[in-house]
């Protein structure tokens, strides 16, 4: 995976294990830079030497010929006059068309190719208001792709504005809402952007977020950035980064008085650990964490939605029958799943993936009239989440291919719904 700039801040670098910088941001494959080439036929000499390099050096970076330092890239961007992100995109129009399911309008306003508003910042008290509606869309709306798609792309926007109105400002007390409330949309982001599919753009807001969260101090968000990124790099099958984003998250609650936030964001850590040993096939060190570390501090608190995580016990119990799944204990997975009870959860998300594993384990079992129960269940709680899901596509191909014939038209019909034929 192509891994933007902006996953480099300070806490991501000191997660890096083995690799310097460079290394981390070009490991997979080799990257050119075509609006580099563009930029540069206009003000080849003067963009070198404004940036301290060499005309050829230049023209090997746009060629990929050689990895540039971060300090090299951030002063091409701020000297060609674009976002960091714009020099990491191949190219614009195949970066808007790359995947449907990101709204083209969210990611033009994500590259920063919009136009910027130059009137007077929204006032943070909207700021806030929208980023909370933002977040009530994602965490409850069954149509949340849709509707969070009308609203993000000025959100977005507008958030920017902000923090670029105050970045300098002499009032500390407002620039630190309004990084804190930027940090709170760029986690929305991050969701938003794994769910559709796109985890390089969540990989990116992901690091914004956590950059947010830094320059604001606040150290509850700063491990909920973590916990984000996490998530992302789990999607991206960087367990061990993941594992060790999570513990260095970990750490860092230790030394903050004992709140229900701290105990929560310290909770959800250790569940980012978890589903990393999981996804490592290391199924009893995953079981005695859940239940020696995220189980304790669940039922201390009990049920929550600190920084939109969902901790509490249920979500604990969620991630028992993730394992269980993960193993192939699909039995196991069942027992522990009859006994949950997700009605309550304020997010949708999480109880669209449980219902997801249920149908997963019927799936491993061959049992295909509870996988097609589950699978109509979960297009009436979220259908575009279903319509998105890779996992949830593959059951319904692979129960087209061995159904009997009393449940074929149904699920002929569940496909064509889904756009799979």
Not at 212 to 227: F, G, N, T
Request: proline letters at 5%.
């Amino acid at each position: 995976m192509d891994l933007p700039l902006r996953v480099l801040s300070r806490s991501t670098l000191n997660a890096s294990v083995g690799r310097g910088p460079d290394e981390r941001i070009f490991a997979s494959r080799r990257r050119t830079y075509p609006l580099l080439a563009e930029k540069r036929q206009r003000k080849q000499a003067a963009v070198a030497g404004l940036c301290g390099i060499t005309e050829e050096y230049l023209s090997q970076i746009e060629r990929g010929l050689k990895i540039p330092s971060l300090p090299v890239l951030q002063a091409l961007a701020t000297e060609l006059g674009v976002p960091i992100s714009a020099l990491l995109s191949e190219k614009r129009n195949e970066l808007l068309a790359e995947n449907a399911h990101v709204a083209d309008s969210v990611v033009t306003a994500l590259m920063g190719y919009g136009p910027r508003d130059t009137s007077q910042p929204v006032a943070l008290a909207e700021l806030r208001e929208r980023v909370e509606l933002a977040w009530r869309i994602w965490q409850t709306s069954p149509k949340r792709f849709t509707e969070a798609a009308s609203v993000l792309p000025a959100l977005i926007v507008d958030t920017e504005d902000a923090i670029r109105a105050h970045r300098l400002g002499s009032d500390s007390g407002t620039r630190r809402d309004v990084l804190r409330t930027a940090a709170d949309l760029y986690f929305m982001l991050r969701s938003y952007c794994r769910r559709a599919g796109r985890v390089d753009l969540s990989l990116m807001v992901a690091d914004r977020a956590l950059r947010a969260a830094e320059d604001a101090d606040d150290p509850i968000r700063l491990a909920a950035a973590q916990w984000n990124l996490g998530h992302v790099l789990l999607a991206d099958g960087e367990y061990e980064g993941a594992e060790q984003i999570a513990l260095r998250g970990i750490e860092g609650l230790r030394a903050l008085p004992e709140n229900a936030d701290v105990v929560a964001m310290a909770g959800e850590l250790e569940l980012v650990a978890v589903v990393a040993d999981a996804r490592r096939k290391q199924w009893w060190q995953a079981r005695e964490r859940l239940s020696d570390n995220a189980a304790p501090r669940a039922q201390r608190i009990g049920e929550g939605n600190t920084m939109w995580t969902v901790f509490g016990p249920t979500n604990v119990e969620l991630h028992a029958v993730s394992i269980e799944m993960e193993a192939g204990e699909a039995a196991e997975a069942l027992r522990v799943a009859d006994q949950i009870d997700t009605v309550h959860l304020p997010s949708m998300e999480r109880r669209f993936t449980f219902l997801l594993e249920v149908a997963r384990c019927y799936d491993l079992r061959r049992e295909d009239p509870a996988v097609l129960v589950h699978l109509l269940d979960l297009e009436q709680i979220a259908p575009e989440d279903l319509a998105r899901n890779p996992l949830a596509q593959d059951m319904v191909t692979r129960l087209r291919r061995r159904v009997r014939p009393t449940y074929r038209r149904q699920v002929d019909a569940l496909a064509e719904r889904l756009s799979l034929v």
